[in-house]
Nanobody, 122 residues
Framework: HVQLVESGGGSVQAGGSLRLSCATS????????MGWIRQVSGKEREGVAS???????TYADSVKGRFTISKGNGGRTLYLQMDNLRPEDTATYYC?????????????????WGRGTQVTVS
């Protein structure tokens, strides 16, 4: 049973930055697709960014040029660097992975999710 754990959320002023991290209980991310999703209570989930096993990345239009998804730490950590944050980026952010999807973006239907980390931009 794979577990994902996010960290790095918090409160920041508009224009600031945060870096989210996600670790897997397996030690190393091996899935074909990994991604970040965000959700505001009462609203639909939104795929934010995804990365495949070759390192190809895809972003939602709302975050292009501001957010960067990457893998690091020898494949043991998934990151989401968030710059120039806006109040509308406020949400709970989840990392997810799936080895059987046809497309890596959006990540909203991935099989394995973390428990989320809150990001608040004021």
């Amino acid at each position: 049973h794979v577990q994902l754990v996010e960290s790095g959320g918090g409160s920041v002023q508009a224009g600031g930055s945060l870096r989210l991290s996600c670790a897997t209980s397996t030690g190393t991310f091996r899935s074909a697709c990994m991604g970040w999703i965000r959700q505001v209570s009462g609203k639909e989930r939104e795929g934010v960014a995804s990365i495949d096993s070759d390192g190809e990345t895809t972003y939602a239009d709302s975050v292009k040029g501001r957010f960067t998804i990457s893998k690091g730490n020898g494949g043991r950590t998934l990151y989401l660097q968030m710059d120039n944050l806006r109040p509308e980026d406020t949400a709970t952010y989840y990392c997810a992975e799936d080895d059987r999807v046809v497309r890596c973006f959006p990540a909203v239907d991935f099989a394995v999710w973390g428990r989320g980390t809150q990001v608040t931009v004021s």
